[in-house]
């Protein structure tokens, strides 16, 4: 009696250490391979046959339960490293300590693909260098030779883009009429790409028409809607002028360099 009672007392102990270890790599994250799941399921058979009471069968259960948790903890830890190609350091070593010195010279000559090259220096490279040398000019000459200037951005003024050809010499509320009738014939009711309609068989005349535009926008005329996700810019007129004083105003700068006109133009080519 008093041995059945005992053994009831070391079984009981083995199974909370059981869960505390099983709890242990769960919380922490370790790796489940650190205990040995036979080892702890041989102790939950060996003293199972001396339960009988309730709390000693749930005790039990929960250490089954532990256990099982374990094992699907080693079943993902798994799958993870089949997934990623992982391959165990010290199965890595083992094999690399039965390989002889030639085979793992022919591995590495088989995997080795060199990035630099070595380049010797000769006769000729170094009297070109001495001649580089010898004909580069002082410091401060060079200096002298750079005339870099140092330019400021500013606003143009129509004046300027009339010089310049951009706008023609008639009136500025003119040319915006004509641009605003163009827009609503070629959109008809609808929005249409900003660059659909701003771009033109020649750069000049883009920027012209670009400069135009964005007046259309800021006098009521026409809105620009922007779509952030599709990174696309559309233009919607409007058949009568919008009062825009409620409206508040922002700034949404639209990049007309000649790289991206060449991009949109080649983009309407094919």
């Known amino acids: 009696m008093a041995t059945a009672k005992k053994q009831g007392i070391l079984g009981r102990e083995e199974l909370l250490r059981i869960i505390e270890t099983c709890q242990s790599i769960e919380n922490k994250g370790l790796n489940p391979f650190l ?3 036979d ?25 089954l339960n532990k256990i099982a ?4 903890m080693q079943s993902e830890w798994i799958k993870q490293r089949a997934t990623s190609l992982y391959r165990d350091p010290f199965l890595v070593e083992e094999k690399l300590r039965i390989l002889s010195i030639e085979r793992i010279a022919e591995i590495f000559m088989e995997a ?6 070595l380049e010797q220096v000769t006769m000729g490279s170094l009297e070109a260098a001495l001649r580089y040398w010898t004909e580069l000019a002082p410091l401060d000459e060079r200096w002298r030779r750079e005339n870099l200037l140092l330019a400021e951005t500013s606003p143009t003024s129509r004046e300027e883009l009339i010089k310049q050809g951009i706008l023609l010499s008639e009136t500025f509320t003119e040319e915006l009429e004509k641009l605003w009738n163009e827009l609503k014939a070629v959109a008809r009711g609808r929005k249409i790409r900003y660059w659909d309609f701003i771009g033109s068989e020649t750069y ?17 005329y026409a809105a620009l809607d922007v779509q952030p996700l599709e990174e696309e810019v559309f233009l919607q007129p409007f058949e009568k002028p919008v009062s825009k004083e409620n409206t508040p105003a922002f ?17 309407r080519e094919h």
């Open 69 to 72: 948790t374990v094992i699907k």
């Open 39 to 63: 080892d702890l399921v041989s102790v939950i058979r060996q003293y199972f046959p001396n339960w009988s009471d309730p709390d000693e069968l749930c005790l039990d259960a929960e250490a």
């Open 35 to 37: 205990i040995n799941v």
């Open 204 to 220: 000049h005349e883009t920027v012209r028409r670009a400069y135009l535009t964005s007046f259309l926008i800021t006098y009521g």
């Open 251 to 267: 700034s949404f700068p639209i990049s007309i360099s000649f790289e991206e006109w060449s991009r949109w133009r080649q983009s």
């Open 112 to 117: 080795w693909h060199p990035i630099v090259e």
